[in-house]
């Protein structure tokens, strides 16, 4: 071995340009041991103190490591190169949207609730129906706040078909308000 040379490096290490930073490529630092099972707090709150600065430094090194990567990437593009690739983006997302919205929409229709929505599969509004028709299939309705069954007649009416003729509704008006016909 050779003589130290003063910054923990030996002279053979300081003639061959080995520094700590070679000896370690990973970046790590040297690896500090844990204290004693019958060390005092302060030595473990010293050594957990030590790893969560070397972990933040490790953190903010990776973030400015990819920012500068990012740099890198853009200077070689065009304005409109990355115009581009934020109009995909927004494309992208919207497009996202509009799915979830969908998904929302058929749920709601087929009496599903919201948070079953995402587990809907489709590329349309035909497919996603259909998926929703099979869930329904498979589990049933799901049951109104008060754990009854919703009744599949509710809303239906006496069966009689509504009318829509102008003369009707105003003959029924004037019937349930007492009036007579002129």
Do not use: C
Request: aromatic share 2%; proline share 5%; net charge negative.
């Amino acid at each position: 071995m050779g003589d130290s040379t003063g910054d923990g490096r030996t002279a053979d290490d300081a003639s061959n340009g080995r520094t700590a930073e070679n000896d370690n490529p990973s970046g790590r630092t040297a690896d500090r041991q844990p204290p004693g099972p019958d060390a005092p707090d302060s030595e473990w709150k010293s050594w957990a103190r030590h790893w969560e600065k070397v972990a933040k430094e490790r953190g903010t090194a990776l973030e400015d490591r990819d920012s500068r990567l990012k740099a890198i990437e853009d200077k070689d593009k065009s304005e409109l190169q990355k115009a581009i690739e934020r109009a995909e983006s927004a494309e992208r997302q919207a497009g996202e949207s509009t799915a979830r919205a969908l998904r929302l929409e058929v749920a709601a229709t087929k009496g599903l609730p919201a948070a079953i929505a995402g587990r809907l599969k489709g590329k349309n509004r035909a497919e996603l129906e259909a998926d929703a028709d099979e869930l329904l299939a498979l589990v049933g309705r799901p049951p109104t706040d008060d754990g009854r069954q919703p009744d599949p007649d509710q809303g239906r009416g006496s069966g009689q078909s509504a009318t829509t003729s102008t003369d009707d509704m105003n003959a029924w008006m004037r019937n349930a308000t007492g009036r007579r016909s002129v």
